[in-house]
């Protein structure tokens, strides 16, 4: 079965550009996460979705931020405009939901440098 | 709020030896599931061992255990027989699932290096 499928791998983009990181989850999973992870901060969660529908958006920074979920099947999280401090590296995450029985699958994450 | 702790920032051990990777978390509930992930240097976070709070059995996966102590709140990661495909970062997480929430809360790792 195919992971959970982020691109790109590795984002460098100058200061005041919008980036655009995209995720495809697992099939079948309801919820789907982004996360941010910096060595100051560890991993945070942004955002997360259930069937397509944010429930959780208070660890999105900023206004600069956004996610959407147009469908089972994608995801995006734009930051426009970006600033040196959003260089992170940001995952996506899937899951069937069901509570512990199911964890988290996570993506290979998007490595984003701004200069 | 619930928090993670991990007090090891960074552990060594020599290959074949056996670590343990401490946790510690706060919560009030009673109803909850602790995870062990690994993040080695490609990036990717996979799911090492998982633990539901209501079984007093301790998980075990091949050559990774826990430790869950639930009245201390503890819940450490032992590693036996260690590879040196274990070097990687390790994080603690925990979920409660109340009120239907999914969020995972992590721990700020521990690095760990497998020596020849």
């Known amino acids: 079965d195919a992971g959970v499928i982020q691109s790109p791998r590795h984002e460098v983009t100058e200061m005041g550009q919008e980036v655009t990181l995209r995720c495809k989850p697992i099939?079948?999973?309801?919820?789907l996460f982004w996360y941010r992870q910096t060595m100051m901060r560890g991993l945070e969660l942004l955002i997360y979705?259930?069937?397509?529908?944010?429930?959780?958006d208070s660890g999105m920074p900023e206004d600069r931020f956004s996610a959407k979920m147009p469908n089972a099947s994608f995801s995006t999280l734009k930051i426009q405009p970006s600033e040196p401090r959003d260089s992170a590296v940001y995952f996506c995450a899937s899951s069937p939901g069901e509570y512990g029985n199911q964890p988290q699958h996570f993506g290979d994450g998007t490595r984003l440098s701004i200069l | 709020a619930q928090t993670v702790t991990q007090s090891q920032p960074e552990m060594s051990v020599q290959e074949a030896e056996t670590v343990t990777l401490s946790c510690t978390y706060d919560?009030?509930?009673?109803?909850?599931?602790l995870f062990w992930y690994k993040q080695p240097p490609s990036r990717q976070m996979i799911l090492v061992i998982r633990?539901?709070?209501?079984?007093?059995q301790n998980a075990t996966e091949n050559r990774f255990s826990v430790n869950f102590q639930k009245a201390a709140k503890s819940f450490s990661l032992k590693i036996s027989d260690s590879q040196l495909g274990d070097t990687a970062m390790y994080f603690c997480?925990?979920?409660?699932?109340?009120?239907?929430?999914?969020?995972?809360?992590f721990g700020k790792g521990t690095k760990l290096t497998v020596n020849p």
């Open positions: 099939s079948g999973h309801d919820y």
């Open positions: 997480a925990f979920a409660d699932y109340q009120g239907g929430s999914e969020k995972l809360v």
């Open positions: 919560t009030s509930e009673n109803n909850y599931y």
């Open positions: 633990q539901e709070a209501y079984k007093q």
């Open positions: 979705f259930n069937n397509n529908v944010p429930i959780d």
